[in-house]
């Protein structure tokens, strides 16, 4: 398989879990009461833990290594971060506030170019990583279709259907990673750790709401500052 055709296997594959994740949660009339909390709560839980996962096991190693190890990671995450918290900001002020469905794309475009990227480099963490945008999107699609369903604004059907649009971001965005970063592994790097430090941001605002306080963004924003705290004393571990 050439590297084009196995970014489009892998975006396709990938962002096609979105609509397959939107089309399992349209059979809300099944216990709809259970899979309105203790279903949709746990698959939430579920996409989080996913989407921490990507970035402790491919988005962060694979970054400071593409990056030959700089200590330019560290701020390249906070910014990540703030970033991720003024979009939020911004789009909650004009009452446009999807955290699921803003979580998805803003993960999901970034992650995607990483992976374009990654396969242009021979890395091993590609074919990992495209697992792992598949199977946070799952997640995702499913709260995503809940989110935009309740807003009362479109039908089930018109949702599946925009939701299905997205898949081809993907393939775009896995493209775009190919041909531009392929000769600039340290813009390849910034991008998968700024990424991170948005993702960071979105598990602990959005996702795990055990850390949010209504109106208060200080603790996910500590998370990102904390996660910065470890990866820097684990790169002073290694330098030295």
Same mark, same amino acid.
């Given at each position: ?6 970014? +489009? ?25 259970? +899979? ?42 906070? @910014? ?17 506030? @999807? ?32 697992? +792992? ?8 699609? &499913?709260?995503? &279709? ?13 949702? +599946? ?80």
């Amino acid at each position: 398989m050439s590297e084009i055709a196995a970014i +489009l296997f892998f975006t396709l594959a990938a962002g096609a879990c979105i609509p397959l994740g939107g089309f399992a949660a349209s059979f809300e009339h099944i216990h709809s009461r259970w +899979l309105e909390q203790e279903l949709r709560h746990s698959v939430i839980a579920l996409g989080g833990g996913i989407l921490l996962g990507a970035v402790a096991v491919v988005l962060v190693p694979a970054g400071v290594a593409s990056m030959q190890g700089s200590m330019w990671s560290i701020p390249i995450v906070l @910014a990540g971060g703030l970033a991720f918290f003024v979009i939020e900001r911004a789009l909650g002020l004009r009452r446009r506030e @999807a955290p699921q469905v803003m979580g998805m794309l803003l993960d999901y475009v970034p992650e995607a170019v990483a992976l374009g990227g990654l396969v242009a480099l021979g890395s091993g963490h590609a074919v990992l990583l495209a697992l +792992l945008v598949g199977l946070q999107n799952l997640p995702e699609g &499913f709260n995503a &279709f809940r989110e935009l369903h309740a807003l009362g604004l479109r039908s089930a059907r018109r949702t +599946l259907m925009i939701m299905g649009s997205l898949v081809a971001i993907g393939p775009v965005s896995g493209l775009a990673g190919y041909f531009l970063l392929a000769e600039f592994p340290v813009a390849l790097g910034a991008i998968m750790l700024f990424a991170s430090g948005g993702i960071l941001y979105l598990i602990f605002q959005d996702i795990a709401p055990q850390a949010r306080l209504n109106r208060h963004w200080a603790p996910p924003l500590g998370a990102v500052v904390g996660f910065s705290v470890a990866l820097f004393g684990d790169m002073v571990v290694r330098g030295g």
